[in-house]
């Protein structure tokens, strides 16, 4: 059985940083784009940033450049969201992702199309 698991969110002020982990079992998703998604309350859910399978290429959310950086470890079958300089509309549910077969880490944030969902870490920013 697939299972995604996220760990890392909680409270912090505005400036502050987190690190998210996802944590995948069930199977290996080394050839697989991997994304973070996340999702405020009374919002849509909305894409943050992706890699592709190898780790080499990387697309964000323009909201998140410059603060947000993702990797992965195919060894550790995990993959990692380094947020810094949050800021207040940060706030949310952020959730791991895995992209649908060959898709590209640019086209798993334009399409948000995703095989498997984990059940999501909140983040939450104070001002």
């Known amino acids: 059985q697939v299972r995604l698991e996220e760990s890392g969110g909680g409270l912090v002020q505005a400036g502050g940083s987190l690190r998210l982990s996802c944590a995948a079992s069930?199977?290996?998703?080394?050839?697989?784009?991997m994304g973070w998604f996340r999702q405020a309350p009374g919002k849509e859910r909305e894409f943050v940033a992706a890699?592709?399978?190898?780790?080499?290429?990387?697309y964000y959310a323009d909201s998140v450049k410059g603060r947000f950086t993702i990797s992965r470890d195919n060894a550790k079958n995990t993959v990692l969201l380094q947020m810094i300089s949050l800021k207040t509309e940060d706030t949310g549910v952020y959730y791991c992702?895995?992209?649908?077969?060959?898709?590209?880490?640019?086209?798993?944030?334009?399409?948000?199309?995703?095989?498997?969902w984990g059940q999501g870490t909140q983040v939450t920013v104070s001002s």
């Open positions: 992702a895995v992209g649908v077969f060959l898709s590209t880490a640019q086209t798993m944030g334009v399409t948000g199309r995703s095989d498997y």
């Open positions: 069930g199977r290996t998703f080394s050839n697989r784009a």
């Open positions: 890699i592709n399978w190898s780790g080499g290429d990387t």
